[in-house]
T-cell receptor, first 111, second 114 residues
Framework: DAGITQSPRHKVTETGTPVTLRCHQT?????MYWYRQDPGHGLRLIHY???????DKGEVSDGYSVSRSKTEDFLLTLESATSSQTSVYFC??????????FGQGTRLTVV | AQSVTQPDIHITVSEGASLELRCNYS??????LFWYVQSPGQGLQLLLK??????LVQGIKGFEAEFKRSQSSFNLRKPSVHWSDAAEYFC????????????FGTGTRLTVIP
């Protein structure tokens, strides 16, 4: 999968707890993205990064923050998890508009 | 604003039959268009993409798609479906706004019956 590793792959957490998901790439691509996938919604962009320490919001950013301190790592944090954040989260990387590569996904359940 | 519509939530076809999955987009400029496939429990794999030029694009696994600007459509086709094609298919439009962001449709789930 184009050198993208998401961790953890599965996580169950309690409402109100902080959660951090990690995306690691070995491709040295400039752009990195976090999407969430929910039935009936397809994939929706949460946040993206266009370089180290350069990030911006996507269409469903409320309740999420991100950080990118190194080219290869893009972290997604839920400061206080809610049940509405139960979802499958995908990281993606790209170098240009031509193609994006996706990780295997992280299934997060908030109970 | 950009958007992608996949009007068919679920399609069932017989193995060996032809397939067409519909995709309509809304975008003010020339679109970059993509089709991705997702097998259960997996990430997304790119099937094909359109940027410019020939409006009929060929992809992997025997898929093709045709860009029709007048209809704002980018339908995916395959002449003969195999059981292994059962998956979920996503159409996406690419937008350059600070990054190369993809906006996805809600997906079409394909079931293949013997």
């Amino acid at each position: 999968d184009a050198g993208i590793t998401q961790s953890p792959r599965h996580k169950v957490t309690e409402t109100g707890t902080p959660v951090t998901l990690r995306c690691h790439q070995t491709e040295n691509h400039r752009y990195m993205y976090w999407y969430r996938q929910d039935p009936g919604h397809g994939l929706r962009l949460i946040h993206y990064s266009y370089g180290v320490k350069d990030t911006d919001k996507g269409e469903v950013s409320d309740g999420y923050s991100v950080s990118r301190s190194k080219t290869e790592d893009f972290l997604l944090t839920l400061e206080s998890a809610t049940s509405s954040q139960t979802s499958v989260y995908f990281c993606a990387i790209s170098e240009s508009v031509t193609e994006a590569f996706f990780g295997q996904g992280t299934r997060l359940t908030v109970v | 604003a950009q958007s992608v519509t996949q009007p068919d939530i679920h399609i069932t076809v017989s193995e060996g039959a032809s397939l067409e999955l519909r995709c309509n987009y809304s975008y003010g400029a020339t679109p970059y268009l993509f089709w991705y496939v997702q097998s259960p429990g997996q990430g997304l794999q790119l099937l094909l993409k359109y940027f410019s030029g020939d409006t009929l694009v060929q992809g992997i696994k025997g898929f093709e798609a045709e860009f029709k600007r007048s209809q704002s459509s980018f339908n995916l086709r395959k002449p003969s479906v195999h059981w292994s094609d059962a998956a979920e298919y996503f159409c996406a439009v690419g937008v350059q706004t600070g990054a190369n962001n993809l906006f996805f449709g809600t997906g079409t789930r394909l079931t293949v019956i013997p």
